[in-house]
């Protein structure tokens, strides 16, 4: 039994098997062969170890040609590694004496390796690591062949460990067989982190490396409450993480309460709570789970789940849909975002040196104005159909939010006209307010935007500096930092004075603390995951706005994320004890 742990993400407790994609994709399997087959399956063993040397000769002549014997030399020693007759004899000897298939075989041998490697302090000798896990990534290649299992083809619940999911990976998970996702990388505000708390599947990310420590079909728990991963429980840890997950279950269900509730205070104010989704679908459990409108449809999940752009209809279906499933409700759609932790090659061409300074959001959709023409006149003509407004993302300038709105959306809305499509010429247009140079600008921007919507954690990521996705600054990665909160303070002041409605879509929005303090700095309408929106207003419900007022002024003067931490926590803990009752 060994315990790791990470930076939970998305709540939640489950208990099952591991399914352990390695960075290829692989699955590493849990197989056992006929007892009379082993002679069989040592010599499908012996085929991959050939064609692994070969390939590793081809991969040692070819670099010694092109940059020297220097090199070459990283290849020579992988190819010892390969030649070594003691490794070779153990995977044999579990094919033969436990009739393990080769694959496994292989897994298990070189995951041994690795470990022990990795515990020797010497880094010249742990960067041994890489090499070996290439030699297991080519076997495995060479074994699995065309029978190399995706995340695609599962049939049953696993819980999917990986050094980290690629945005098309996280968009194509099904959830019917993911049981908990654990990364290596990752951060708080990292794709994988949004998309798992979307499909309510318990995460944690940013473990650091531990995959070589778990084979496939190793027992599990993930604890994504706090953060850890048990890897190989013993039966009485099984049955105390039963009961945690049973009681957690009739903790959520208790919540049930609560959705249809509105979201007011003890005094009266009302607070407006809309749901953040990715996909169409999610628009009837945003619905069921109470959700006020749509604050945030992350589009480019669209175009994340094929290998080809959406068409104009296929846009027009998803949008139509969930403005339908919402029954009139305000539907906002954010133009297609991608670059950064969403990026997809076909989109954002060569890799970027900094690509959270590069080519996304608006800037990528201004550029390739074919596809966001596309975009634009299949959101104008669900229009039609339900209150549908538009926001683009990643607005810097005022001129690119000119660019967007007056040249862009004017020549598809003249277009639509002319071809006599109906849409509503009145649709509001809005921009997210994610990067520090919107919110100093604000003002000016309030003489082309109809709303604004916050999106903290890009305002984070920007304004501190910490990328969002990435575990090692993960600590750095405060949205209810000092200075963050003073951006959200501007913005809502600036959209009360142009009398412009302010909402916040980052995962901020979904914290039980941070809540408080934003209702206090005066936001009255906030976008969170559909699982999120009943606990949101279990704690709206037990504040009063005066509360939160009085807890803002104090969180005003301090300097630091901690320090307003346990600040509102204490707060909270006095103004509405019940919060923290553990039952609840
Ligand atoms: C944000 O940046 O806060 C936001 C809501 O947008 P995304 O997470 O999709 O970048
Ligand atoms: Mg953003």
């Known amino acids: 039994m060994r315990t790791i742990f990470g930076i939970p993400v998305s709540p939640g407790i489950a208990i099952g098997k591991a399914f352990v994609q390695a960075a290829e994709g692989f699955r590493i399997p849990e197989q056992t062969i006929d007892a009379d087959a082993h002679e069989a399956e040592i010599q499908r063993f012996h085929t991959a170890l050939q064609f692994a040397k070969e390939e590793i000769i081809v991969n040692r002549e070819s670099?010694?040609?092109?940059?020297?014997?220097?090199?070459?030399?990283?290849?020579?020693?992988?190819?010892?590694?390969?030649?070594?007759?003691?490794?070779?004899?153990?995977?044999?000897?579990?094919?033969?004496?436990?009739?393990?298939?080769?694959?496994?075989?292989?897994?298990?041998?070189?995951?041994?390796?690795?470990?022990?490697?990795?515990?020797?302090?010497?880094?010249?000798?742990?960067?041994k690591v890489n090499d070996l896990r290439d030699i297991e990534k080519r076997l495995l290649r060479h074994l699995l062949g065309v029978r190399k299992e995706t995340l695609g083809l599962l049939s049953s619940p696993v819980i999917l460990l990986s050094p980290n999911l690629t945005p098309s990976e996280a968009a194509n998970l099904d959830k019917r067989f993911i049981l908990a996702i654990v990364t290596e990388q990752g951060g708080a505000g990292g794709h994988t982190a949004i998309l798992a708390a979307a499909l309510e599947?318990?995460?944690?990310?940013?473990?650091?490396?531990?995959?070589?420590?778990?084979?496939?079909?190793?027992?599990?728990?993930?604890?994504?409450?706090?953060?850890?991963?048990?890897?190989?429980?013993?039966?009485?840890?099984?049955?105390?993480?039963?009961?945690?997950?049973?009681?957690?279950?009739?903790?959520?269900?208790?919540?049930?309460?609560?959705?249809?509730?509105?979201?007011?205070?003890?005094?009266?104010?009302?607070?407006?709570?809309?749901?953040?989704?990715?996909?169409?679908?999610?628009?009837?459990?945003?619905?069921?789970?109470?959700?006020?409108?749509?604050?945030?449809?992350?589009?480019?999940?669209?175009?994340?789940?094929?290998?080809?752009?959406?068409?104009?209809?296929?846009?027009?279906?998803?949008?139509?849909?969930?403005?339908?499933?919402?029954?009139?409700?305000?539907?906002?759609i954010r133009t297609f975002d991608f670059g950064d932790d969403k990026s997809l090659d076909r989109y954002c061409g060569a890799p970027e040196r900094n690509p959270a300074l590069g080519m996304r959001g608006v800037r990528l959709a201004l550029k390739r104005w074919t596809m966001f023409r596309c975009q634009l006149r299949a959101i104008l003509r669900a229009s039609a159909f339900g209150d549908i407004r538009v926001m683009f993302p990643l607005i810097s300038t005022v001129k690119e939010f000119r660019q967007a709105r007056r040249t862009a959306m004017l020549e598809v809305m003249d277009e639509l006209s002319e071809q006599g499509i109906p849409f509503n010429k009145n649709l509001p247009i809005g921009m997210m307010v994610e990067v520090p140079s919107a919110v100093v600008m604000l003002d000016k921007f309030a003489e082309d935007a109809d709303f604004f919507s916050i999106g903290t954690n890009d305002l984070t990521q920007y304004t501190l500096a910490v990328d969002r996705g990435n575990s090692n600054v993960n600590h750095l990665f405060q949205p209810d930092d000092p200075a963050v909160l003073r951006l959200i303070r501007r913005t809502v002041a600036v959209g009360n004075l142009h009398s412009l409605p302010v909402s916040l879509c980052g995962q901020v929005g979904s914290n039980l603390f941070n809540i408080v303090t934003l209702m206090g700095l005066g936001l009255r309408t906030i976008s969170c995951a559909p699982n999120n929106i009943a606990r949101l207003k279990r704690i709206i419900r037990q504040m009063s706005i005066a509360d939160c007022k009085s807890i803002a002024c104090t969180v005003r003067q301090m300097s630091s994320a901690k320090d307003i931490q346990d600040y509102v926590k204490n707060a909270l803990r006095k103004a509405a004890p019940s919060l923290f009752d553990p039952d609840l």
């Open 63 to 127: 670099t010694r040609n092109a940059l020297g014997q220097t090199f070459a030399d990283i290849f020579e020693a992988q190819f010892q590694i390969l030649m070594e007759p003691a490794i070779h004899g153990e995977m044999e000897a579990l094919i033969r004496h436990q009739f393990f298939s080769a694959e496994h075989a292989v897994t298990i041998v070189m995951r041994k390796h690795m470990e022990t490697f990795r515990k020797i302090e010497n880094s010249y000798i742990a960067e």
């Open 201 to 332: 599947i318990p995460c944690i990310v940013g473990t650091g490396e531990f995959l070589t420590a778990v084979d496939g079909g190793d027992n599990l728990i993930v604890d994504a409450n706090s953060g850890c991963v048990i890897i190989r429980p013993d039966t009485e840890t099984v049955a105390k993480y039963r009961r945690i997950r049973d009681a957690d279950v009739s903790r959520i269900e208790s919540l049930d309460a609560y959705r249809d509730l509105p979201a007011e205070t003890k005094d009266g104010e009302k607070i407006t709570i809309y749901a953040n989704i990715e996909f169409p679908y999610e628009a009837e459990n945003a619905l069921l789970r109470g959700a006020e409108g749509i604050g945030l449809f992350r589009t480019e999940f669209l175009y994340l789940i094929q290998d080809k752009d959406p068409t104009e209809d296929e846009h027009f279906d998803a949008y139509r849909h969930v403005a339908e499933v919402m029954q009139g409700k305000p539907v906002i």
